[in-house]
């Protein structure tokens, strides 16, 4: 799951583990904890864009630590978490921050953070306009529809000047709190894949990283986007996400670690990204700390 320029209040985008080697019932589809990542029973990592070329590079590097891994692909966002609940999966690593809590909030589960992976500027791109200034009243932009990629959007867009969102907009923020009368734009929401085969049909969409490749597009391509660097940008720091129980684990925490100081795969994750991925190596108690956070303002928003 997983985020302008001077926006990111709303700010992807996601990618610890607490089974130890001699607990049971912490693996992933029913294996025992203390063969995990062996070549006979790999930890398996769910993904969305397992084509994506540094998935192999990360894989030989733990293969050279004694750590086996099989790259589970899922074609949309909506599965990758349900299957690590279900333990189809041992961990999974293609959402931020706010995309695990309205899952976690939504479902009554516990996964959690074990490690930071980068934050990917959430872009507009367009193949009718090359500016926004070239956007007229009344244009469409079609936007993710997943909740959290879905206010983020909106607030690209006001960052943009072509919306303006109630109060100023928040991660919570939809459609229904555009101001339509100080407004430049309508927005139609699709599902996050599609955004990029609605080009055709509208002025602009917002496109999540794992389909700019997909559309034809590049990330350098983008009309406008928000900021990675912004300090509120926490919240959609990518991550690798495991069950409570194996928060702890420590093969799966030395998976996070090879792929942080790995340069061959953070290099990779750069050039797929068109260089727009800022990696990261967020403390586990910030990304927690923050998971907490934005959960409770879920609840609080009810």
């Known amino acids: 799951m997983t985020f302008s320029k001077k926006l990111l209040a709303g700010l992807a985008i996601i990618p610890a583990i607490a089974l130890l080697a001699g607990c049971a019932g912490g693996s992933g589809?029913?294996?025992a904890a203390e063969d995990k990542?062996?070549?006979?029973?790999?930890?398996?990592?769910?993904?969305?864009?397992?084509?994506?070329?540094?998935?192999e590079t990360y894989k030989d590097a733990a293969e050279k630590e004694g750590i086996f891994v099989d790259i589970v692909d899922f074609g949309e966002y909506t599965q990758p978490n349900p299957a690590l609940t279900e333990g189809e999966i041992d961990l999974?690593?293609?959402?931020?921050?706010?995309?695990?809590?309205?899952?976690?909030?939504?479902?009554?589960?516990?996964?959690?953070?074990?490690?930071?992976?980068?934050?990917?500027?959430?872009?507009?791109?367009?193949?009718?306009?090359?500016?926004?200034?070239?956007?007229?009243k009344g244009d469409t932009i079609a936007i993710p529809n997943d909740e959290s990629n879905q206010a983020r959007a909106l607030l690209v867009l006001q960052s943009a000047g072509l919306l303006e969102l109630k109060d100023g907009g928040n991660i919570f923020s939809t459609p229904d709190d555009i101001i339509a009368d100080k407004s430049k734009?309508?927005?139609t929401s699709l599902e996050a894949s599609l955004t990029p085969t609605s080009l055709p049909d509208v002025t602009g969409a917002i496109i999540n990283n794992d389909f700019i490749n997909d559309s034809g597009l590049k990330a350098s391509d983008?009309?406008?986007?928000?900021?990675?660097?912004?300090p509120n940008a926490l919240p959609y720091v990518n991550i690798f996400a495991a069950k409570a129980a194996d928060a702890?684990?420590?093969?799966?925490?030395?998976?996070?670690?090879?792929?942080?100081?790995t340069k061959s795969v953070v290099d990779g994750v750069v050039e797929n990204s068109g260089g727009t991925a800022v990696p990261l190596k967020t403390p586990v108690k910030d990304l927690v700390k923050s998971l907490e956070t934005v959960q409770k303002d879920i609840k609080a928003k009810g």
Not at 248 to 261: G, M, S
Request: aromatic share 10%; hydrophobic share 35%.
């Open 29 to 31: 589809a029913g294996a």
């Open 37 to 55: 990542g062996t070549e006979a029973n790999p930890v398996k990592i769910g993904v969305v864009g397992a084509s994506d070329p540094y998935w």
């Open 92 to 136: 999974n690593q293609f959402q931020h921050i706010v995309y695990l809590a309205q899952y976690n909030e939504a479902s009554g589960e516990d996964l959690t953070p074990i490690g930071s992976t980068a934050i990917y500027p959430l872009g507009l791109y367009s193949t009718k306009v090359d500016s926004v200034k070239d956007i007229k």
């Open 185 to 187: 734009v309508t927005v």
């Open 222 to 230: 983008a009309i406008a986007e928000d900021d990675p660097s912004d």
């Open 248 to 261: 702890d684990n420590e093969t799966y925490a030395k998976l996070v670690k090879i792929y942080q100081d």
